[in-house]
């Protein structure tokens, strides 16, 4: 195993009370592989991201374990982590116009990486970007890497900070939706860059979006998150096919379709995401739910396996057969 | 580039004309004269002296004249100071304030970073309210009651320092008066650093710097410290301003023999030639200073270079 969470949770002190964005969350993730976490803002997906990056706003605190190749994550000090970010697990950002210093070259933004974390020279390094600049396919990269940010386009940008995490090959890439602030062209340049990208340098991604286009297109493994918590967890193939929780059903059946003639109307989940202060003892999603049952509102229900089906688990009281679409 | 350099330096001019006209009418309309002294000077010898001084032309023909030296690069004679000119005047205190006047410069860039810096890092803590008191009674205190104190403190109570004189710039001579120049400006430095650091510290870009693994000294250094600074890099324009302003007082605080003195002697005196001279050089200076800020702006932001 690559990356190893368990009962992860994430809190924040705030001066309405505490917060907890993330509650117990596990899961796992193969040297390779690509895992999807799924959800609507403020679902947890972002600050689970950051905790494993120990990147957290400095009120919030995280629990739980964290393991990175046999290395435990949580508790470890900025020193140690500053010789893993970067390093070892890579991060890029949704918003590419302002994730990017707009005061340095990308020479120089690139290069500190490689001069940080493998002790190269700025020469050496620069080339190595200007290398890795060209495999994500950026035109004339060795006159553009003496550009200024401005210079680039948003899915330039994008490209740019792909590329400057990839430089160190880490083994894991945390993408944090990537594409959410690009034009859909773009997204989908973005994305088959980043499936090659996977294949050619063998990277594990955790791929951080609301959008199940985006899971369908690049994850193995899905982690549907609400509430901080999590909603199911599946195999992407098998949670398209037959999603077994109430709210994935809501956001596959969300999804327009341009095949069904008589749908005119778009389909959305009713309700409002919960309110992370005042979350209710029993399943977060309940107050939104159409399967509601009588222990929703006071119990919250254990993640536990579909039967007949490996790597899938689910959270909800009611029963498969009843929220699987036949 | 160099185009917009020409503009800035074109758009100067109107700037100074402005400046000039209305700093000599004021002049004009305070009442008295350069030879108005308490024991009056015969009829036939003020006629003389006027005639000398081309005060008894109409204003507008004075008006005129002067424009044509200034032009020239001629600030005319001092009325007070007697075989000497205004040029000379200015050639003999500006030295002396520069020295003070870039002491507390420095000292205000410095120390005011510094502290709005340390304040921005360390965030609604004990140490941020500290410093952001201590910069609220910076601003709230004017300087020519900070400079009395100041002398009391260190000079009559202490003895550490001397009390005033210049001693040829000494730099005994140069500590309390920079202090008490320096202190509202580092006071609004600290204010705005702070402020400026705050946002730079929660921008995406320091995320993904620190996001990169570097340690906090290189994130701090590299990636915030230049964005952070250019809001009081823009202030510096108008710090200029405070500080040749606060001079005027200082150096009669301290006795400095620079240029401040001889503005508020050649106030009290109507030495007409002075003052002015005084105003357009300290006016042109400003804005020289501000066309410098300008152009250092678009060497530490790319964006305006482009542009």
């Known amino acids: 195993?690559?990356?190893?969470?368990?009962?992860?949770?994430?809190?924040?002190?705030?001066?309405?009370?505490?917060?907890?964005?993330?509650?117990?969350?596990?899961?796992?993730?193969?040297?390779?592989?690509?895992?999807?976490?799924?959800?609507?803002?403020?679902?947890?997906?972002?600050?689970?991201?950051?905790?494993?990056?120990?990147?957290?706003?400095?009120?919030?605190?995280?629990?739980?374990s964290i393991r990175f190749k046999g290395k435990e994550l949580v508790g470890a000090g900025q020193r140690a982590m500053n010789k893993i970010r970067g390093a070892h697990i890579g991060m890029i950002f949704q918003d590419p116009m302002t994730s990017l210093n707009p005061y340095l070259k990308i020479s120089t933004q690139m290069a500190e990486v490689l001069i940080r974390h493998r002790g190269m020279g700025k020469r050496e390094a620069v080339q190595e970007s200007i290398k890795m600049l060209d495999a994500v396919r950026i035109p004339d990269a060795k006159n553009r890497v003496n550009r200024y940010p401005h210079e680039f386009s948003g899915g330039m940008r994008q490209r740019v900070m792909i590329a400057m995490t990839l430089l160190t090959r880490p083994e894991l890439l945390i993408a944090d939706e990537p594409t959410t602030a690009l034009d859909v062209?773009?997204?989908?340049?973005?994305?088959?860059?980043?499936?090659?990208?996977?294949?050619?340098?063998?990277?594990?991604?955790?791929?951080?979006?609301?959008?199940?286009?985006?899971?369908?297109?690049l994850c193995d493994e899905v982690l549907v998150l609400y509430g901080g918590q999590i909603m199911e967890q599946a195999q992407a193939r098998s949670l398209f096919k037959g999603p077994t929780h109430p709210y994935t059903r809501g956001l596959l059946d969300s999804i327009p379709s341009l095949d069904s003639e008589h749908q005119s109307e778009l389909v959305a989940i009713p309700g409002n995401p919960p309110d992370l202060l005042h979350l209710p003892p029993g399943c977060p999603f309940e107050a939104r739910c159409a399967w509601r049952h009588e222990p929703c509102p006071t119990q919250r229900p254990m993640l536990v396996g579909v039967e007949g089906e490996s790597h899938h688990r689910r959270a909800c009281h009611a029963a498969v057969a009843e929220v699987r679409p036949s | 580039m160099l185009s917009f350099a020409f503009k800035r330096l074109l758009a100067a001019i109107p700037t100074l004309l402005v400046l000039i006209t209305l700093a000599f009418f004021m002049m004009r309309l305070a009442p008295g004269g350069p030879f108005d002294l308490e024991k009056p000077v015969p009829p036939e010898v003020r006629a003389n002296l006027d005639a000398a001084y081309g005060l008894d032309k109409p204003l507008i023909i004075q008006y005129a004249n002067y424009l044509g030296d200034v032009l020239q690069g001629d600030l005319g004679p001092s009325f007070q100071y007697v075989d000497y000119t205004v040029n000379e005047l200015i050639a003999q205190g500006f030295p002396v304030s520069l020295k003070l006047g870039i002491s507390a410069m420095i000292v205000a860039v410095l120390f005011g970073s510094m502290?709005?810096?340390?304040a921005a890092m360390r965030q609604n803590t004990v140490s941020d309210y500290g410093v952001m008191t201590v910069a609220m009674t910076g601003i709230s205190i004017p300087n020519f009651v900070v400079a009395p104190l100041l002398i009391l403190g260190f000079a009559v109570g202490l003895g550490w320092l001397p009390a005033g004189g210049w001693n040829g710039g000494a730099w005994q001579n140069i500590v309390l008066p920079v202090v008490a120049l320096a202190l509202p400006q580092v006071a609004y430095v600290a204010r705005?650093?702070?402020?400026?650091?705050i946002e730079v510290l929660r921008s995406n870009y320091l995320r993904t710097a620190r996001a990169k693994g570097l340690p906090v000294r290189q994130v701090i250094?590299?990636?915030?410290?230049?964005?952070?600074?250019?809001?009081v890099l823009s202030y510096l324009?108008?710090?200029?301003?405070?500080?040749?302003?606060?001079?005027?007082?200082?150096?009669?605080?301290?006795?400095?023999?620079?240029?401040?003195?001889f503005f508020v002697q050649g106030a009290l005196n109507r030495d007409y030639t002075l003052v002015l001279g005084v105003v357009i050089f300290y006016g042109a200076l400003i804005i020289g200073f501000n066309f410098l800020v300008d152009l250092l702006y678009s060497v530490l932001d790319p964006k305006v270079r482009a542009q």
């Open chain 1, 1 to 64: 195993m690559l990356l190893t969470v368990n009962n992860l949770g994430v809190r924040f002190t705030t001066e309405d009370g505490m917060v907890d964005a993330v509650n117990g969350l596990d899961f796992s993730l193969d040297a390779g592989a690509t895992l999807g976490i799924v959800g609507e803002s403020g679902s947890g997906k972002s600050q689970t991201a950051l905790a494993i990056m120990g990147l957290l706003a400095s009120n919030g605190q995280t629990t739980g």
């Open chain 1, 185 to 217: 062209t773009v997204q989908a340049q973005i994305l088959d860059l980043l499936s090659d990208l996977r294949d050619e340098f063998g990277v594990a991604i955790i791929m951080i979006t609301h959008d199940l286009g985006v899971v369908a297109d």
């Open chain 2, 115 to 118: 502290f709005g810096m340390i």
């Open chain 2, 192 to 197: 705005i650093m702070r402020g400026s650091m």
């Open chain 2, 221 to 231: 250094l590299r990636h915030a410290l230049k964005p952070a600074f250019l809001p």
């Open chain 2, 237 to 261: 324009g108008p710090a200029t301003a405070g500080i040749i302003t606060g001079s005027v007082v200082m150096e009669q605080i301290f006795s400095i023999p620079g240029l401040g003195r």
